[in-house]
């Protein structure tokens, strides 16, 4: 009921307004299917932009500077993630913008320091960029002050051999190292970070559940929020991971604050649908927990074979998983005992890829609405040399990656079309724009209330995709790791073309998401 | 090498956006003091327009095909005031002059609701819309009388009146019910932005109608708002129809607008007000209102202004002057109108400055003018109706001041008063308005803001000059306020130059309708 209300008043804004002026928009999306999950507006109409900002929408005929045909179209409003750790990397960009994506933020693994990241984007970003504060970084830098960052992104700094030590992930705190690491992440919310990223669950043995909660409180005390990584990938005891998900619930409904539980499927495994009613019901109780997960059966280490959940003891006993279920990104061959060994002896940081949920629990947690879908996006990889690859001309063959960088999107929209997924095209449209933004918006990102939705007066991040054909292309198989999601003809930036009849062009028109600086 | 690509991007970039911008505006606004009360921006900007909404706001040179220079103003979100019940072309003239893009009378309401929109229908100037009017399905039901849509100014309310007034003297019978309900329901599905309850002016109405029709409101997801019951300081108090209503609001969780806060609890608004933010603070989304004035516009008739006023509101028959002299009343000419002519208007002298001081300082409460009716008489003073037109002459309107001037008022006295920033005081008038409606009407959601993509509703008025200039004497009620040069609402220019442009820029704000 409400629903239908709130599209009429919306239709109605857009006649009116659109009587007044109907020749001088920039740009006229005509005859495609409209749908804002915010309000349910589902239907065929014309939508105007003018100078980055959506002005009509009406079933007027409507005439602009360019005029894109979205006839048999779904005009969506630009997808949302917040798990991406490419947004630094052009060809991730570009991959990323074919899946339809307008707004990458890296809020699990974060930024640090904040100014560095951001500025390294200023003006070289083809969508909107944002990050978190890194409370890896946090430690890293106060364990090694002369620690020194690229771009401000760690996730290179480690592969790039920048960070010289294990301490970030095994070391604990004196006190007087726990206050500098706090200075530190406050330091990095009052320059305008979105929250706090804590991916605890490489730091398992260094991170005191102390550090957590004050990671949290820190969170609740700035109206913001946390991005996890939860301690374990277990679906055992003693180190489950519903008692990983419980060390960051438990804060966030003690001292408020939202937090973001990362790629969730791939920590709760087994226990994935009762982990999802707990969080139901932890919400109810008032807490604002969000799960995110990403439409994968299997993950991506983020520091490569060293990462503490692949450590043999947990791979098997806790994830129910052995040496064969690790692939090799390099040689996309699976691991064997022998060369598990050989990797982690001699390449700590050897990219793997590892399969963990099951299909059956991954599908019904695509299927729970309150789930969003945080893509996780990993650097690639040189099929020949193993150097990360960030080159915007890289050929779409000769990157080696999770397939989540470039088909998350994709993958999503033909599951649900595939009815293997148990959602509407709305629900599936929700879960990777509107309800990121509104998370963001509940948690202090004011600029989050005109993204993820297709309304006038919304930012003109809009996804144009063909609702009949769009599939992701992205695969295990060599070679195809990164091959770009087809069907999403148009996207959208701020009411720039950035993708035009699915050619990314060189424009750069991402703003940051950042919020005020507080001297 | 890094370095330089860079370097060139971001001048590609920059020149790329100034191409953009130099395609032209249809509006620019130059040089005003830009401010936007949610996210606290204040600062000297160019503010750029298309097709209805804000599009730039920025330091850098906009070109348009119309600039207005704003040097030394305040560009501020155009003022929502959701007590407006003047709906005809002359009332909202006067809200233009005062700043106001969208007057809405959300106290009383209107029956039929279909018929209020239609009314406005590619006339309006100023965007318009209104809830249903709980009084006009009692008097439908009950006096079996029809309103035409905009209720007060129906012939069905002095019909009912001069018969019985049952919608205001018949105690609560559970078998009106069901009918009251269904002409409720009616009006929501014709789009009504929730359900009014001016009890205070029905206090005969039974407490469990009002719950049950509240059911309603919160079945098609819309606040409710309320004159509260009881118009005194001792009980019954206006203190206990606050918690009367909040009772049922909590009950039915819907929103809800409280009216004119300082006008029902007189001695005790700091405790109302006390109450209200608690509510708030505890989850519920209820908002205190007020106007920046110590006189009330009522009737001779009215329920509160029955025998024993004095103790109840702690004033003399002498605080009631008549509204079309301005003459005061004495003890005898009271009791000789009741009788004779019950619905005389009158002004009352209820409120101390220290209750208005209250509200205005105090944050979350939000400024509704109440403005009432403008009422036209001949040259003898005798009353020929609301029958002012778009080209009546300022001035020539009687009724309650407020009606003309709150809002300028408010920027007057924000310049005066050292404890409210003028941040603070059109935040009152743009921002707390529309946060309280915006959960339950999407338009509003892109209203009482200047932000980009925000509806190009904007308010330009001279800080240091700007003021209210209607007075309680005949002849000086409907004076325009002066100070506030434009007014654009939906992106065309209503007041220009202060003079008002008879356009229809105004759109309904509406929820859906309902087959």
């Not at chain 2, 404890?419 to 308005?433: C, D, F, G, H, R």
Request: hydrophobic share 40%; net charge negative.
């Amino acid at each position: 009921m409400r629903k239908t209300a709130t599209a009429l008043s919306l239709i109605l804004t857009g006649f009116a307004a659109t009587a007044a002026y109907a020749e001088n928009f920039d740009l006229v999306i005509a005859n495609g299917r409209v749908m804002d999950p915010e309000t349910g507006f589902d239907q065929v109409a014309n939508v105007g932009v003018n100078n980055g900002v959506i002005t009509a929408i009406t079933t007027d005929a409507i005439e602009g500077a360019r005029t894109i045909d979205a006839t048999g179209h779904v005009v969506a409003p630009g997808f949302i993630d917040g798990h991406v750790h490419v947004v630094d990397s052009p060809f991730g960009q570009k991959a990323a913008l074919r899946d339809g994506l307008t707004t990458a933020l890296d809020l699990e693994s974060g930024a640090y320091p904040v100014d560095l990241w951001y500025d390294n984007l200023d003006g070289t970003s083809q969508l909107n960029y944002g990050a978190t504060v890194s409370g890896a970084a946090a430690r890293t830098f106060t364990f090694d002050p002369l620690y020194v960052s690229d771009k401000g992104n760690i996730i290179p700094d480690v592969f790039a051999g920048k960070v010289t030590s294990f301490d970030w992930s095994t070391r604990i705190v004196t006190d007087e190292e726990r206050a500098k690491v706090f200075d530190v992440v406050e330091e990095g919310l009052k320059r305008g970070a979105l929250g706090i990223g804590m991916p605890v669950g490489y730091m398992i043995n260094g991170t005191t559940t102390i550090d957590m909660i004050g990671m949290q409180k820190l969170a609740a005390e700035y109206n913001s929020f946390t991005h996890i990584h939860t301690r374990f990938s277990s679906q055992a005891p003693p180190a489950s991971a519903m008692l990983g998900f419980m060390e960051i619930m438990d804060p966030a409904s003690t001292y408020g604050g939202g937090t973001i539980i990362a790629h969730f499927t791939g920590q709760a495994l087994g226990v994935t649908e009762p982990a999802m009613e707990y969080v139901d019901d932890v919400n109810d109780a008032g807490a604002a927990v969000q799960l995110e997960m990403y439409p994968y059966n299997f993950g991506s280490a983020g520091t490569g074979i060293s990462a503490d959940y692949l450590q043999i003891d947990n791979l098997t006993r806790n994830m129910g998983r052995t040496y064969e279920d690790i692939i090799d990104t390099q040689t996309g061959e699976t691991l064997t005992k022998e060369t598990y060994e050989k990797y982690l002896r001699e390449e700590p940081h050897r990219p793997v890829m590892f399969y963990h949920v099951t299909e059956e629990d991954m599908y019904k947690a695509l299927s729970n609405p309150e789930v969003i879908i945080g893509c996780d996006c990993f650097p690639a990889s040189d099929p020949e040399t193993g150097a990360l690859v960030t080159d915007w001309d890289t050929p779409w063959d000769k990157a080696n990656t999770h397939p989540r960088g470039s088909g998350t999107r994709g993958i999503m929209l033909r599951l649900q079309r595939e009815g293997k997924i148990d959602l509407t095209l709305m629900q599936a449209i929700s879960k990777m724009s509107y309800q990121w933004a509104a998370f963001l918006e509940e948690h202090g990102v004011e600029q989050m209330a005109r993204k993820g939705r297709l309304q006038v007066g919304a930012d003109a991040d809009i996804t144009v995709f063909d609702p009949e054909t769009v599939t992701d292309n992205s695969t295990l198989e060599l070679g195809k790791n990164a091959l770009p999601t087809t069907g999403i003809p148009y996207v959208i930036v701020n009411g720039t073309v950035v993708v035009d009849d699915s050619v990314v062009q060189r424009v750069f028109p991402g703003k940051p998401i950042r919020n005020p600086i507080i001297e | 090498m890094k370095k330089t690509a860079t370097a060139l991007t971001l001048i590609l970039t920059a020149l790329s956006a100034t191409a953009a911008h130099a395609q032209g505006f249809d509006i620019v606004i130059n040089n005003g003091r830009v401010m936007d009360p949610e996210t606290g921006f204040d600062q000297i900007a160019n503010v750029g327009i298309n097709n209805g909404f804000v599009t730039e706001i920025s330091t850098d040179d906009l070109e348009g095909a119309r600039v207005i220079d704003a040097t030394g103003h305040v560009v501020a979100p155009g003022f929502i005031d959701y007590h407006s019940h003047a709906q005809s072309e002359y009332g909202h003239k006067l809200y233009a002059r005062d700043g106001v893009t969208t007057p809405m009378d959300l106290e009383v309401g209107a029956y039929p609701v279909a018929d209020f929109y239609e009314f406005w229908e590619g006339k309006a100037f100023l965007n318009y819309g209104t809830n249903a009017a709980h009084v006009g399905a009692r008097v439908a039901v009950l006096d079996g009388q029809e309103p035409d849509g905009r209720f007060i100014y129906s012939p069905a309310v002095g019909a009912a009146m001069n018969d019985g007034a049952q919608f205001k003297t018949k105690t609560f019978d559970p078998m009106d019910e069901p009918a009251i309900l269904s002409a409720v329901e009616a009006q929501l599905k014709q789009g009504a932005l929730g359900v009014a309850y001016p009890i205070g002016y029905y206090t005969v109405v039974g407490s469990p109608e009002v719950m049950a029709v509240t059911g309603l409101a919160a079945k098609y997801d819309m606040p409710i708002t309320t004159h509260v019951r009881y118009l005194a300081q001792v009980p019954p108090s206006g203190f206990m129809g606050i918690t009367e209503m909040m009772t049922i609001a909590r009950e039915n969780d819907v929103s809800m607008l409280i009216h004119h806060i300082p006008s029902n609890c007189l001695g005790l608004t700091k405790q109302c007000l006390d109450l209200i933010d608690s509510a708030r603070a505890n989850g519920m989304n209820v908002r205190g209102e007020f106007y920046p004035y110590q006189y009330a516009g009522t009737y001779v008739d009215a329920d509160y202004n029955a025998p024993g006023f004095e103790e109840r509101m702690g004033i003399q028959a002498s605080d009631y002057k008549l509204a079309a002299t301005g003459e005061a009343l004495t003890n005898e000419e009271f009791d000789r109108l009741r009788t004779e002519a019950p619905t005389t208007d009158l002004l009352m002298y209820t409120m101390k400055q220290e209750y208005i001081d209250e509200a205005f300082t105090r944050p979350g409460v939000i400024v509704g003018s109440d403005g009432m009716p403008w009422i036209i008489t001949d040259d003898d003073g005798n009353k020929l109706g609301f029958t002012a037109t778009f080209d009546t002459p300022y001035g020539a309107g009687n009724g309650h001041a407020r009606g003309a001037g709150t809002h300028a008022r408010i920027l007057r006295m924000a310049r005066e008063n050292d404890n409210v920033t003028l941040m603070q005081a059109i935040s009152k008038m743009t921002y707390e308005p529309a946060e309280f409606l915006e959960d339950h009407v999407p338009a509003m959601r892109i209203r009482g803001r200047l932000q980009e993509g925000s509806a190009a509703d904007i308010t330009i008025f001279d800080p240091e000059n700007v003021t209210d200039n209607s007075t309680p004497t005949i002849g000086e009620n409907s004076l325009p306020s002066t100070g506030i040069p434009y007014v654009i609402v939906n992106g065309q220019v209503v007041v220009d130059d202060s003079v008002v442009q008879n356009i229809p820029a105004g759109v309904p704000i509406r929820g859906s309708i309902i087959e």
